[in-house]
């Protein structure tokens, strides 16, 4: 049974840094990507961040592009989203996800098999 459990959401001012975290169990974490997606009111679940655990790999999408970077720790099964200079359009539910590695777009949340119940990120102006 594959688990993630996001952490580090909360009430920032613009221009605020927070670390959200998600930690993994259940499944071999070398062999899986690893997502960040967020979901604001009315709005769809849209990508934010991708980790292809094997060699590296990272993808942003253009809105968080030099103020968000996402990493992980394989020994704590654990991956993170730094979030810098954040904005208040930056509020939403953050999600974690996974799915193993294959075809398919890194970018559609369908892609993604696994979730995290969400972390709520509120930045006020």
């Known amino acids: 049974q594959v688990q993630l459990v996001e952490s580090g959401g909360g009430l920032v001012q613009a221009g605020g840094s927070l670390r959200l975290s998600c930690a993994a169990s259940?499944?071999?974490?070398?062999?899986?990507?690893m997502g960040w997606f967020r979901q604001a009111p009315g709005k769809e679940r849209e990508f934010v961040a991708y980790i292809i655990w094997r060699g590296g790999v990272t993808m942003y999408a253009n809105f968080v592009k030099g103020r968000f970077t996402i990493s992980g720790d394989s020994a704590k099964n654990t991956v993170y989203l730094q979030m810098n200079s954040l904005k208040p359009e930056d509020t939403a539910i953050y999600y974690c996800?996974?799915?193993?590695?294959?075809?398919?777009?890194?970018?559609?949340?369908?892609?993604?098999?696994?979730w995290g119940q969400g972390t709520q990120v509120t930045v006020s102006s």
């Open positions: 259940g499944y071999i974490f070398s062999s899986y990507t």
């Open positions: 996800a996974a799915r193993p590695q294959g075809g398919g777009s890194y970018v559609s949340q369908y892609a993604y098999d696994y």
